[in-house]
């Protein structure tokens, strides 16, 4: 679904990522990990659109994405979670759900019941507004808004950060069972090892800016790659 090839990134005159290549396919989790600072967060960014990348390229299925804007990606399927999850705080969880109408035909300007069933405390605080949530609140708001725009490829960038053990559950139960409906592709950048390991299908490692680990996971022993993805 997903094809990246020789991605690089830059901020100014520093550069990030280095000839980045991987994939992620349609029905299966792709995990990016590695310690703080090595362009998880870039990659994605880079993916999404919402940072030019410098070079390379960025399929998905057929089609090249070029290098369009954030917005126009999202049309075309590709849906990003930032780390930090960007609720618009006075905005009502309902309101915050129909901004991502924006990349939908009017016909499809309803939030589906599945919705609801993935995420109920939405339903419950469908009127509350989104600054009023708790972090593992807005966590699910910000991934079921992203849901809203019916994704091919689904980002996810830092899903568990700060979040109550029992939402960092049940928001692995859901990213599970979108990977089990088996159509979209999901890449997830995660720091919580045992959530990431357990999750993935494909294991990327990066390393200042490389990749220099790109496997399925079950080609993989799991203590060495806790070894490198530690601090």
């Not at 109920?120 to 807005?138: F, I, T």
């Not at 294991?203 to 996971?217: F, Y």
Request: aromatic residues 6%; proline residues 4%; contains cysteine.
């Amino acid at each position: 679904m997903l094809n990246v090839e020789n991605l690089t990134l830059h901020y100014g005159n520093s550069q990030i990522l280095y000839d980045i290549s991987m994939r992620a396919d349609q029905g299966a989790i792709t995990c990016v990990m590695g310690t703080n600072g090595v362009g998880k967060t870039s990659l994605l960014k880079a993916i999404s659109g919402t940072h030019p990348r410098s070079g390379g390229s960025v399929s998905l299925g057929e089609l090249d994405l070029g290098k369009l804007p954030a917005h126009s990606l999202a049309k075309l399927g590709v849906g990003y979670v930032p780390q930090g999850r960007d609720v618009f705080p006075l905005m009502t969880v309902h309101e915050n759900l129909q901004t991502g109408f924006s990349c939908l035909p009017k016909s499809e300007h309803f939030i589906p019941d599945d919705i609801y069933d993935l995420f109920p405390v939405l339903k419950v605080m469908e009127s509350r507004r989104g600054g009023d949530l708790s972090g593992g609140q807005q966590q699910q708001l910000a991934i079921a808004r992203a849901l809203i725009t019916k994704p091919k490829l689904l980002l996810l960038d830092e899903p568990t950060e700060g979040i109550q053990p029992n939402i960092i559950q049940h928001i692995g139960e859901v990213i599970s069972l979108l990977r089990d409906r088996g159509d979209m592709a999901i890449v997830l950048v995660e720091q919580y090892f045992d959530f990431a390991f357990e999750l993935a299908d494909q294991l990327v490692v990066l390393k200042r800016g490389e990749v220099i680990t790109n496997v399925a996971k079950h080609d993989f022993d799991r203590n060495e790659l806790l070894q490198m993805v530690s601090v």
